[in-house]
């Protein structure tokens, strides 16, 4: 399938996995771009942008196509250093770059210098907008259902999608919700050029998580997860459990007081004991409402390629048919 996205980044088919705090290693990342789509490492999970750069050549090594890497810019006063991290990409070779967070404009100028392609994760049309005014080549636009951080305006792909569709020149591909061929052919019908998927990504063969991580996803359903953080702005949405349960109860408590030091315990350092140990009570960690789409663990090559089997079938079948009067 050819969209401006595939055209963009020089992948086979339009489907990014997005980038994951201690899931997007260059297992993954190599997994997803070997299948055709495009693979991203999570930077921050690096510890040090020497790290970066070793495992950007571990994927290098892993694969011959096309990946990325995740830059999240985190709302923090000890900012990591950025500009190095950056420097790990350019000279890995790598080509594409996922920013979220906070606005990467800092960055734009060393990034395309090296000619990066930048695709900026937004939770809003305003947002979107001002990632196309500072140079973005494309938005990753995240609706409500995303696991992760959705923002504070709780607009669901349904509505955000075609607001996008509406307002943006550049290409954009949906993120948020995304499982199979018909979150694919919903995307493309909404004005998307793609999708991103991150927790249908966890509950793959080559994911290096703890397999009670995967089991936790297929059996979870959509009602399964909880946002958390709203009081402090920094919203996120999780998949439930005993640690989450208490992050809840201390944000009753304490209301608008909450300060991030009241749930310290249940959302920092969580991810390694989740994703390695598969200690799945310690606390909070991201995931989507898409986990009651989610109900086996395929590969990569062999979820991508359903997903296009899938989409090709939509649209030549079922869609078609409507069309015939
Ligand atoms: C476990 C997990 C960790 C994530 N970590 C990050 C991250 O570090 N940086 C980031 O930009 N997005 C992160 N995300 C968001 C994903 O890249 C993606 O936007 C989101 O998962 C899409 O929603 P979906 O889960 O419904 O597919 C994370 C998501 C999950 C599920």
């Known amino acids: 399938m050819k969209t401006r996205i595939t055209e963009l980044f020089g992948i086979q088919h339009p489907i990014i996995q997005g980038g994951m705090h201690f899931v997007g290693f260059a297992e993954l990342a190599a997994a997803v771009s ?3 789509g495009l693979g991203i490492i999570t930077g921050l999970t690096q510890k040090t942008p020497e790290l970066l750069a070793r495992e950007i050549a571990k994927c290098r090594e892993m694969t011959d196509k096309p990946f990325g890497v995740n830059l999240t ?3 923090t006063f000890s900012a990591p250093p950025y500009p190095e991290y950056i420097q790990a990409i350019i000279e890995g070779g790598v080509k594409a770059v996922e920013t979220a967070g906070r606005n990467p404009q800092a960055y734009m100028d060393q990034m395309k210098a090296a000619g990066i392609k930048v695709i900026h994760k937004c939770t809003s049309v305003r ?4 990632a196309e005014a500072i140079g973005c080549d494309a938005v990753s636009v995240d609706g409500f259902e995303c696991g992760g951080h959705p923002g504070e305006d709780d607009i669901p792909n349904f509505i955000l999608l075609p607001r996008a569709a509406e307002e943006l020149k550049i290409p954009f591909v949906a993120s ?3 499982a199979d061929g018909r ?3 919903a995307a493309l019908a909404l004005g998307a050029e793609g999708i991103n998927m991150g927790t249908r990504f966890i509950a793959t063969q080559e994911a290096p998580v703890h397999e009670n991580v995967k089991q936790a996803i297929v059996a979870a359903s959509e009602l399964d997860t909880r946002l958390i953080m709203r009081s402090l ?3 996120e949405r999780v998949l439930m459990n005993e640690g989450v349960k208490r992050v809840l109860e201390i944000e009753r408590e304490k209301g608008d007081a909450i300060t991030i030091d009241d749930i310290h315990d249940q959302v920092a350092g969580i991810y390694p004991k ?8 310690s606390g909070a960690w991201s995931c989507g409402m898409v986990a009651g789409l989610i109900h086996d663990v395929p590969s990569c090559k062999a979820l991508i390629d359903r997903i296009m089997s899938e989409a090709h079938e939509l649209i030549t079948g079922r869609l078609a048919r409507f069309d015939r009067g």
């Open 183 to 185: 979150s694919l052919v």
């Open 127 to 130: 947002h979107s907008l001002k």
């Open 34 to 36: 070997n299948a055709g």
């Open 233 to 235: 702005r920094n919203t």
């Open 274 to 281: 989740v994703m390695i140990d598969g200690d799945m009570q």
């Open 176 to 178: 948020g919700g995304m």
């Open 73 to 75: 810019f985190l709302p």
